[in-house]
């Protein structure tokens, strides 16, 4: 399974738009990259998922450039209630299910009034 | 339709006694997961079981630790004669086959 690389922790504003980019260099051709967020106390909760170019749902956007070897967690207008840690996974979902996926680290986003 | 159900949410042990954890999966769901998360790392797979059979267990401490998942009634994930390094989060997560998991809220364990 891909090993994923991400920032140890990130600050924010209220209200400002944050991107945190993981680096998956040796991702498969089939491997999918999926983020996680895991408040204090509570277990991991599944953001969003792609393959390639931009995924955007309700909660956040997904890039993902041509090669694949990173992507880019985009949070638009983050709030105190974005405070969290989010992790990056790489994985192939048709093959085997997320508890092959490694959990790294994640990245720690504090968001400040 | 209620999410994945663990209890105790915390609980607390002496060293040699016995934990035992319990995980109800959502509705619908015949496929559990157990995952331990140390203070300030990510989660650690532990084991993948069925109905009445375990998938995978390659994450699973060769002693001390077992799991089950019965016909009926919770998953169970049993930590006999617990030391100091069990102290973590314990997490269980459901699916469908085939499906993405749902974790519940963790089970935190001390031993003292």
């Known amino acids: ?113 | 339709n209620a999410g994945v159900m663990q209890n105790p949410r915390h609980l607390v042990r002496r060293r040699g006694q016995e934990a035992r954890l319990r995980c109800s999966p959502m509705k619908g769901h015949s496929h559990v997961y157990w995952y331990r998360q140390l203070p300030e790392e990510g989660l650690k797979f532990m084991v993948y079981l069925q109905k009445e059979n375990i998938i995978d267990e390659s994450g699973m401490p060769k002693e001390r630790f077992s799991a089950e998942f019965p016909k009926e009634g919770p998953s169970i994930l049993r930590i006999q004669q617990v030391v100091r390094g069990d102290s973590a989060a314990y997490f269980c997560a459901s699916s469908r086959q085939g499906a993405r998991e749902f974790f519940g809220p963790g089970t935190r364990l001390t031993v003292l």
């Not at chain 1, 924010?12 to 980019?21: F, M, P």
């Not at chain 1, 956040?60 to 638009?76: E, G, N």
């Open chain 1, 1 to 113: 399974l891909a090993k994923t690389t991400q920032p140890i922790s990130m600050d924010s504003y209220e209200g400002q738009e944050v991107n945190i980019t993981c680096s998956h260099n040796n991702i498969a051709t089939n491997d999918y990259i999926t983020w996680y967020q895991q408040f204090p106390s509570q277990g991991p909760r599944f953001i969003i998922q792609g393959y390639k170019t931009k995924v955007t749902n309700e909660v956040a956007s997904l890039f993902i450039p041509a090669d694949r070897k990173s992507s880019t967690l985009s949070l638009p207008r983050v709030s105190l209630s974005d405070t969290a840690v989010y992790y990056c996974l790489v994985g192939d979902p048709t093959t085997s299910g997320t508890y092959k996926y490694i959990f790294g680290t994640g990245t720690r986003l504090k968001v400040l009034a």
